[in-house]
């Protein structure tokens, strides 16, 4: 079945360090995003990809980076300058002539720094 | 920028209806949409409307007024697994990324 894996489901950060989040997807999505998710605070948009090898910042982007090299991946990587990382990290992907329906959502992966 | 509002929480009993509203301010429109998440889970897809009106599916109907900037998710025949968070969500000008209202807890009691 087509789907959006992420893993892992949890991950524990030490302050400084520089963690990576995998998103993957077999739906031959065009369109990537990252959204990081803070109780009451809905879901903030962190970066997007439209296409292979392009990736545009969303509202909260800083202290984050991505790659595209391929389709079907899209990981994110928090890093240290992220200053209050510990959150739910939520990747989707839709097809790129979408209008605003069919954001197909991974499980999630809930980061926490310790 | 894009803006939402719905209200944070709405209780209800299993049977009953429910609507939960949703106000948008955006520049560029080009439709409002609805998700649902379980406690910790993925959002999921629940309708879209792009032009003024009602679509239905199933128990869930979704409602959009254009004009006033206004819609609202409409849910039947409330079921216990209804107890979730929903959200509305707006796509703008430009290369279009959603944006997300803060979301409505809806908790269904029996």
């Known amino acids: 079945d087509g789907g959006i894996t992420q893993s892992p489901k949890y991950l524990f950060r030490k302050e400084g360090q520089n963690v990576t989040l995998s998103c993957e997807q077999n739906?031959?999505?065009?369109?990537m995003y990252w959204y990081r998710q803070d109780p009451g605070q809905g879901l903030r948009l962190i970066y997007y990809?439209?296409?292979?090898?392009?990736?545009q910042k969303g509202d909260i982007a800083e202290g984050y980076s991505v790659s595209r090299e391929k389709k079907e991946s899209f990981p994110l990587t928090v890093t240290s300058a992220q200053k209050n990382p510990t959150a739910f990290y939520l990747c989707?992907?839709?097809?790129?002539?979408?209008?605003?329906?069919?954001?197909?959502f991974g499980s999630g992966t809930r980061l926490t720094v310790v | 920028g894009q803006s939402l509002e719905q209200p944070s929480e709405v209780t209800a009993v299993e049977g009953a209806i429910v609507q939960i509203n949703c106000t948008y301010q955006?520049?560029?429109?080009?439709?409002l949409s609805w998700y649902q998440q379980h406690d910790g889970g993925a959002p999921t897809f629940l309708s879209y409307?792009?032009?003024?009106g009602l679509e239905e599916t199933g128990r869930f109907s979704s409602f959009l007024s254009r004009s006033d900037s206004y819609g609202y998710l409409l849910l039947q025949e409330l079921q216990m697994k209804d107890s979730a968070s929903y959200f509305c969500?707006?796509?703008?000008?430009?290369?279009?990324?959603?944006?997300f209202g803060k979301g409505t807890m809806l908790l269904v009691s029996p």
């Open positions: 739906l031959n999505h065009d369109a």
């Open positions: 955006t520049s560029g429109f080009y439709g």
């Open positions: 409307n792009a032009l003024d």
């Open positions: 969500a707006v796509r703008g000008s430009g290369y279009s990324t959603l944006t």
């Open positions: 989707a992907s839709s097809m790129d002539t979408d209008r605003g329906y069919g954001y197909t």
């Open positions: 990809s439209q296409i292979v090898n392009d990736f």
